[in-house]
C-alpha cells in the first residue's frame, strides 16, 4: 500500500464527509435510520472472531466514512449544538490535531535534544496565562495540560490536599500525603477530616474528592441563598474554617454549569477568601472550567458585568480551565494552573525511573509526567497553541463576544415583557430585587421553562427530535427545564437569535393549537 497516498485519500475523504456547505446548516444529530444503519455494521457479539479476519485499510476507510459517520452528533459541525458545553472545532485546531496524529509524539519527558514538544506545550500555557490575564509563567510554576476539567479538579484536590495536610504536620515529619499516605499524613497532623466548601459545585468536584481519598461526603454546599445558591456564603465558609481538627479546600464554581453564574460577585469577594485562606491554612481551587474565558471578553463596557464576576480568580492557589469548550479545541483538552510546580512533584513524581530522566541533567521545564496523572499523553498542547497563535487575543476574544451576544440575545427575548415568548416561556433563575438580572448576567448559558407544564415536559425531546438544534434537559426548583449553552465558534449572532427565537414562538404556537 501507498501509504501517503492512502492517507492524502483518507484526509480528503473525511474532511468531504465532515463538510458543511455554504449557506446550509448541518444536523445537530443523526437521524434514527442512520443510527440503525451504523448499527447493523458493527461487529456481532456472536461473530467476534469473523470480524477480526481483517476488511483491509480500504473497506475499513469506507466503513468509517459511509457508516459510522453518518450516526455521530453532529457539534462540531453545528452552531445550534447548544447541549451541555460542548464547543466546536476551529478549523486550525483540527489541522493541528491532524499534524498531531501524524507524528504522533508522547509528550511525557522533556528531552530538549530530541523534540520541541514539551516547549510548545509550555509556550501554549503561557500564553493562555497571558490571554486570560492571570500572570506570567513564573506566577503560576505549576502547568501542565489534562484531558479535561474533571482530570484538572483531581489536580486540584490533590494538591490542596496535599499543601493542607503538610502545613499542619509538625516539625521533624516531611513527606506529605504523597510519602506518608492520607492516613499517616492526617494522622502526624492530627486531622480527622479534609472538607471541600463550595457552592453549586459541579458533580466532578464529588468525583475527585472520591478518586483522592477526601470522599464525596467532603464536599460541602455553602450557598449564599436560595435564590441565588451559586454564590458562595463566605460567613459560611469562615464558620468552617475555625473547625478544630479539620482542613478545608475551598472549591471555587467560576461558571456553574446548570446556570453558568458565578461562586464570587467581585475581586472583593476572591480577596476576602484569600485572606481568610491564608489565615486558617486552607486551599483555593477555581473550577473554571469555561466561566473563567469571561476574562478574556473585551476590555468594554457591554461585558463589564462578566469581567467583575472572575476578578480576582488569580489569588487561588490551583485553576481548572477547559480547552474543547470555549476555546473550540478538539476532545480531550483540558488545563490545570497551580502557584508551585514543587506541590504537582510532591503529588505525581514518578520516583526511582532512571529511564525517565531528561537528559543532560536538571532542566527548567519539568517533565510533564511527573507533574499530572499521566505517563503517556498525546500532544493535547498543539491545537491550543494553533489557536492562541492563528486568532490572538483580539480573534479569542471577538469569538467568546458572538457567544455571550447570542445567550443574552435568547435570556432578553424571553425576559422582555413586551416580546412574544414571555407569555409562554420564564427565564431562570429568578433573583428576587435584580430587575432583568438574569438576562443582564448571562454568560454563555440560559436557563429557562415553558409556562404550560404539558409543553414544559416536552421541550428538549421536541427540539431534540427536530434534528435543526439540540439543548439539554435539566432541572430548577425540582422542575424540568430547558437549558442553552452557546459555545461554538460558528454561532452567527443575528440569525441564530433569530432561527431560536423563531423556533420556540412556533412550538409554543403549535402547543396551543393542539398541533402536538
Not at 37 to 54: E, H, I, K, V, Y
Not at 73 to 91: D, E, I, K
Not at 156 to 166: F, I, K, M, Q, Y
Not at 293 to 314: D, M
Request: aromatic share 6%.
Amino acid at each position: 500500500m501507498d501509504v501517503d497516498a492512502f492517507l492524502t485519500s483518507s484526509y480528503a475523504r473525511i474532511r468531504a464527509r465532515a463538510a458543511v456547505p455554504a449557506g446550509t446548516s448541518a444536523p445537530t444529530l443523526p437521524g434514527s435510520a442512520a443510527l440503525a444503519a451504523a448499527r447493523s455494521t458493527l461487529p456481532s457479539p456472536q461473530d467476534l472472531d469473523g470480524s477480526l479476519r481483517g476488511m483491509g485499510a480500504e473497506a475499513t476507510l469506507a466503513h468509517l466514512t459511509e457508516d459510522i459517520a453518518p450516526a455521530l452528533a453532529g457539534h462540531n459541525r453545528s452552531g445550534r449544538y447548544f447541549g451541555f458545553v460542548t464547543g466546536s472545532t476551529l478549523p486550525v485546531a483540527e489541522a493541528a490535531d491532524n499534524l498531531v496524529s501524524a507524528f504522533d509524539n508522547s509528550v511525557q519527558v522533556h528531552l530538549p535534544e530530541q523534540s520541541i514538544g514539551t516547549e510548545v506545550e509550555d509556550a501554549a500555557l503561557r500564553l493562555l496565562l497571558r490571554l486570560l490575564d492571570l500572570g506570567d509563567g513564573e506566577r503560576w510554576g505549576g502547568r501542565t495540560f489534562t484531558t479535561g476539567a474533571t482530570a484538572s479538579n483531581v489536580l486540584g484536590l490533590a494538591c490542596g490536599r496535599e499543601a493542607v495536610v503538610s502545613a499542619r504536620l509538625p516539625p521533624g515529619i516531611e513527606g506529605g500525603v504523597g510519602e506518608l499516605g492520607l492516613l499517616g499524613a492526617c494522622a502526624a497532623a492530627g486531622l480527622r477530616e479534609i472538607q471541600v466548601l463550595t457552592s453549586m459545585g459541579h458533580s466532578s468536584l464529588s468525583k475527585a474528592a472520591s478518586v483522592v481519598g477526601l470522599g464525596r461526603h467532603a464536599v460541602k454546599e455553602l450557598p449564599h441563598s436560595s435564590s441565588e445558591p451559586w454564590r458562595l456564603d463566605l460567613y459560611a465558609v469562615e464558620r468552617e474554617l475555625q473547625r478544630k481538627g479539620i482542613a478545608s479546600i475551598i472549591a471555587v464554581s467560576a461558571g456553574e454549569v446548570n446556570t453558568g453564574r458565578f461562586a464570587t460577585s467581585s475581586a472583593e469577594d476572591m480577596k476576602r477568601l484569600r485572606e481568610l485562606a491564608d489565615r486558617y491554612n486552607a486551599w483555593i481551587h477555581v473550577d473554571g472550567a469555561f466561566g473563567i474565558f469571561a476574562r478574556a471578553l473585551p476590555a468594554t463596557s457591554e461585558f463589564a458585568r462578566l469581567r467583575e464576576f472572575t476578578a480576582g480568580l488569580e489569588l487561588a492557589d490551583s485553576i481548572t480551565v477547559d480547552g474543547h469548550k470555549l476555546l473550540n479545541v478538539p476532545y480531550d483538552n483540558g488545563i490545570f494552573f497551580t502557584r508551585q510546580s514543587s506541590t504537582l512533584h510532591a503529588v505525581f513524581q514518578n520516583p526511582n525511573a532512571v529511564y525517565l530522566s531528561p537528559s543532560g541533567g536538571a532542566s527548567a521545564l519539568p517533565s510533564p509526567l511527573n507533574v499530572g496523572l499521566e505517563n503517556s499523553r498525546r500532544f493535547r498542547a498543539l491545537p491550543v497553541y494553533a489557536v492562541l497563535r492563528s486568532e490572538g487575543r483580539a480573534g479569542v476574544a471577538a469569538m467568546l463576544a458572538r457567544m455571550v451576544r447570542l445567550a443574552r440575545g435568547v435570556a432578553a427575548a424571553i425576559a422582555d415583557p413586551e416580546g412574544r415568548l414571555s407569555d409562554d416561556y420564564e427565564l431562570l433563575p429568578e433573583v428576587p430585587g435584580v430587575d432583568g438580572g438574569a438576562a443582564r448576567d448571562t454568560h454563555v448559558v440560559v436557563l429557562f421553562r415553558a409556562r404550560d407544564e404539558g409543553l414544559n415536559g416536552a421541550l428538549v425531546k421536541m427540539i431534540q427530535d427536530s434534528g435543526e438544534w439540540y439543548v439539554s434537559g435539566t432541572k430548577w426548583d425540582g422542575k424540568p427545564a430547558c437549558r442553552i449553552a452557546v459555545s461554538s465558534w460558528r454561532v452567527k449572532v443575528e440569525e441564530d437569535l433569530a432561527f431560536v427565537t423563531g423556533r420556540l414562538a412556533k412550538m409554543a404556537r403549535d402547543w396551543r393549537d393542539g398541533a402536538r
